[in-house]
Structure formats: structure tokens, C-alpha cells
């Protein structure tokens, strides 16, 4: 194969993947198609879909987890320097940052969000509610919080506000991963707390979606005693 047309699919392939990724074809925390797959369907080579897949994880888009798979973590670049810079901070911190920019984020979305978002976030709902119970714990589906909270920062109109939750949440899915921190939430209560804040998006009551917010932040991603992490 020439130069000119092995670089011309590579750079096909790299606008493929991020173009599922940006429109959320390939939700947050779910598993891209496996490279086989991907060879096939783009019929491209092994190295030319590793190329594009290791392109959009250095910018953590994508996480390739050994013998798992790879997985969608953000729809935009996620900026290293912020979660090398979070990575000072105590796992406290770092969850109330979370907590600020997720309680903006409903509040936000509850004015701003429009028709087509508020269907996403309905779709994203009905979706978890099939899920396992352990969701989502179990790797299929990701180990952080999934296309919900995502779709909210997306639905506030804000653009930097999701780069910023990306960002927190590279950092908060190693201390996920380390033991640090867990989840204070079990699937049944989840979805209640994503079913209020839902309810408080539709509504446009921008109070009732931050208090809603709040509430599921404080018992979703806890911090471990250090005996247990």
C-alpha cells in the first residue's frame, strides 16, 4: 500500500470512530466494536484501526482496557493537563469539585435543555433501567457514571462544562479502579435519583434539578475507609 492512501484511510478511520463517538452512536462507558469488526467494516488493517484507537486515547476519548475492550469515556478531548493537575488533590476534593459541576450541570440543563436532549436523557434512563442490578460495576457497561450524566452537561448548552466533567472523571475512575472510592447507591435507589432529576430537567425547575443533583451526588461515588480501599 502507498503512503498517500494508507494515510488517507488512517485518517478515515479516525474521523469513523470519533464521528460514533461524538453523536453518541457509541455511548459514554459503552464498548466500541471489537478491532476484527472494525477491520472489516471499514476494510482497513490491523495497524491502521490500533492507529486511530490509540489517536483518540491519548486524548481520553477512548480507554482500552486488556483483555476487555475499549471504551468510549468522553465525546470530546479530554485535556491531560487537568486530570494531571487533579491528581494533587485529596479524592475528597476531588468528588466536591465533581459534586459543584454536577449540580450546575442539572441546573443548567434544566434551562436550557432542549426537546431532542430531553428525549436523549429519557432514552438514557429507560436504558439503565434494563441494565444489571451491579450496573455499573460490571466492565460491559463501564465503571463510571454512564450516557445520563454525560447527556446532562451536554443538555446545558455549556460547552466546557463536559469537558470539565471528563476531565474529573478520568481522574475519579483511577481512584475507582485503586480502591479509593465506591458506590454509596444501590441500582434501585440510582434510578430514583436519575428519575427526579429527570423529572426536574422536563419541568424546567432549574431549583428542584440542582437539589435533586445534589442529593445523588452525595451517595453515589463515595470515598472507602482506608481499610477497606
Known amino acids: 500500500m502507498e503512503a498517500g492512501s494508507g494515510s488517507e484511510r488512517a485518517r478515515a478511520t479516525l474521523a469513523y470512530l470519533r464521528q460514533r463517538i461524538a453523536t453518541g452512536e457509541w455511548p459514554i462507558n459503552g464498548r466500541i466494536p471489537k478491532e476484527p469488526e472494525l477491520m472489516e467494516l471499514l476494510g482497513v488493517g490491523k495497524t491502521t484501526v490500533r492507529e486511530a484507537v490509540r489517536s483518540l486515547a491519548s486524548v481520553g476519548m477512548l480507554e482500552t ?3 476487555r475492550g475499549t471504551f468510549v469515556r468522553s465525546r470530546t478531548p479530554v485535556s491531560s493537563v487537568l486530570t494531571s493537575y487533579l491528581a494533587d488533590f485529596e479524592i475528597g476534593e476531588v ?5 459543584a459541576l454536577e449540580v450546575e450541570a442539572a441546573q443548567q440543563a434544566a434551562l436550557h435543555r432542549s426537546e431532542s436532549q430531553l428525549a436523549a436523557l429519557r ?3 429507560q436504558r439503565d433501567l434494563s441494565a444489571e442490578p451491579d450496573y455499573p460495576r460490571t466492565i ?3 465503571v463510571t457514571p454512564g450516557p445520563f450524566h454525560h447527556l446532562v ?4 448548552g455549556n460547552r466546557l462544562l463536559p469537558s470539565l466533567y471528563s476531565g474529573v472523571m478520568a481522574e475519579l475512575r483511577r481512584a475507582i479502579d485503586s480502591g479509593e472510592i465506591g458506590y454509596g447507591a444501590d441500582h434501585e435507589l440510582r434510578h430514583h435519583d436519575h428519575a427526579a432529576i429527570l423529572a426536574a430537567i422536563e419541568a424546567r425547575d432549574p431549583i428542584g434539578a440542582a437539589h435533586a443533583m445534589a442529593l445523588h451526588a452525595d451517595r453515589d461515588l463515595i470515598p472507602r475507609p482506608a481499610s477497606e480501599a
Open 65 to 67: 482496557l486488556p483483555g
Open 95 to 99: 468528588l466536591g469539585y465533581r459534586r
Open 123 to 125: 432514552a438514557a434512563y
Open 140 to 142: 460491559e457497561r463501564g
Open 153 to 156: 452537561f451536554e443538555a446545558t
